[in-house]
């Protein structure tokens, strides 16, 4: 799918992991109007009466290269693709 950056932001990006295997991140900025070919990695979770719930507002996304970012809805458009990510949230919430 594609998306579109709608607000600047600026997103920590796993871009791989150290000799443990524990990611390692890096600060990455984001510009309005930059286009971007993702996939849906998975969604946030939030607290809430004793359990996590999912976030469909929080998205992780992974870009060609393998690194991945979660982004908020309000900073992205999806300009293609729009039912790769609702099938990736019904899966992810069930």
Known sequence: MKIKIIKPCEV???VGSDAEGEPIFEAETFNVGEVFEVDVGGFAYY???KDFCPRKDY????FGDGSA????AETFEIIEGGEEFEAA?????E
């Open 12 to 14: 920590e990006v796993s």
């Open 89 to 93: 949230w019904e899966e992810f919430k």
């Open 69 to 72: 970012g979660m982004f908020s």
């Open 59 to 62: 998205a992780v996304f992974e």
């Open 47 to 49: 607290f809430k009466e």
